[in-house]
């Protein structure tokens, strides 16, 4: 996907991929915290801020579960649901920094 809307431009893709592991990086700690502590508020701000990355990225389906995380949080959904859609993403943001930066390994 990100080849494809960068027209395969290898600056413009480490740039975006640095982008996301950045967020990654931020983001994963920041959703265990909160998930600690039973902090709404912060599930939806980790969400709502690493979505955007996600899609850019063309991880639709996790950005639809970062979608549903910050919507639930909003909503007050029982957080006894959210652990499990918020352990959810994290597992597949660490593996996709793995797989990302493996690709920007071969990248060099």
Known sequence: ????????????IRKYLGLYLESA??????????LAIADREELRRVAHTIKPQL?????ERMA????EIETQAVEGT???TLPGKVDELVAEIRVSVALFEAYLEKMI
């Not at 996907?1 to 413009?12: A, C, D, S, V, Y």
């Not at 899609?55 to 991880?59: E, H």
């Open 1 to 12: 996907f990100l080849e494809e809307i960068t027209g395969n431009n290898p600056k413009r």
């Open 25 to 34: 990086a931020e983001s994963l700690p920041r959703f265990e915290a909160a």
């Open 55 to 59: 899609r850019m990225l063309g991880l």
């Open 64 to 67: 639809v579960c970062a979608q």
């Open 78 to 80: 029982a957080l006894e």
